[in-house]
């Protein structure tokens, strides 16, 4: 248990929270990058007008795009997170150190998900709370948004050591990490119904968890809904966790065993 707590201290105060905020620029411009966009996606929502809004079946766009960008956050960071401290400890020479401690580099990826999931967390706090300033309503169900939301990071953990294993292989150009830092906010439904997408978009959109995640989140806390209302929602979440978590592990095991064997785990 001792262990457990040391590891977490030194993963999240030590090697995140120390590191994150003794970059005092680099803290200043990441609080921007959350809250900045809240207001972009207000004023747009603003400016359109609700007719146009309700067009698109959206209600209160507010409400829709905030829960979107609060969640959407967790998915794309963590998973660049955790393949940017890979690299990083490669770079630094110290990627060694890991494979021969007891925990190895799967215990490295899974704490280093751990801070990218606290800080994501304030993330989210900071722009639920921006949300509620502005006028959104929530009706929260605490039970149904914990299952949610959990089964929305078992299922970023397996994307995340798929990114991971690419690291190891490619080092630079990860397909994983560039397309949740960048595409998801498009195609899982974060600022727009996925409903207004061409069909082969939106059925790329259709087989990402987040956008079922978002979906579910809408109507747990804003509506207030219960697990037996979002039942599909939820055994949609946990059949991608059946899947990605087992692919995640079989890949990021081929790709650890591909770099020992070529002996390129710490080249960069």
Do not use: C
């Amino acid at each position: 248990m001792g262990g457990v707590i040391d590891k977490l201290y030194a993963y999240i105060y030590l090697r995140g929270f120390k590191i994150w905020s003794s970059y005092r620029t680099q803290m200043v411009l990441n609080v921007l990058s959350w809250v900045l966009p809240v207001f972009t996606y207000y004023f747009v929502g603003t400016s359109l007008g609700n007719s146009l809004v309700e067009r698109i079946g959206v209600s209160n766009y507010t409400a829709f795009f905030v829960i979107g960008l609060a969640f959407q956050g967790y998915v794309s960071s963590i998973i660049t997170t955790i393949s940017q401290r890979l690299r990083n400890e490669q770079l630094y020479g110290t990627i060694e150190y890991y494979v021969l401690s007891s925990g190895g580099v799967v215990s490295f990826l899974l704490y280093s998900a751990i801070w990218g999931f606290v800080i994501n967390t304030v993330n989210a706090a900071v722009i639920l709370s921006i949300g509620f300033a502005l006028g959104v309503k929530y009706q929260i169900n605490v039970l149904s948004t914990l299952i949610i939301i959990f089964l929305l990071l078992l299922s970023t953990i397996g994307f995340s050591m798929i990114s991971a294993s690419f690291t190891m292989i490619v080092k630079q150009g990860n397909p994983i990490a560039f397309f949740f830092s960048t595409f998801t906010t498009l195609m899982s439904g974060t600022v727009f119904p996925i409903t207004v997408l061409p069909l082969p978009v939106k059925l790329i959109s259709l087989a990402l968890p987040l956008t079922w995640a978002l979906n579910g989140l809408r109507l747990s806390m804003l509506s207030g809904e219960g697990i037996l209302h979002l039942l599909n929602v939820i055994l949609v979440l946990v059949m991608f966790n059946a899947i990605l978590l087992p692919l995640g592990i079989g890949f990021y095991k081929y790709a650890f065993k591909r770099a020992r064997k070529k002996g390129t785990l710490s080249e960069y």
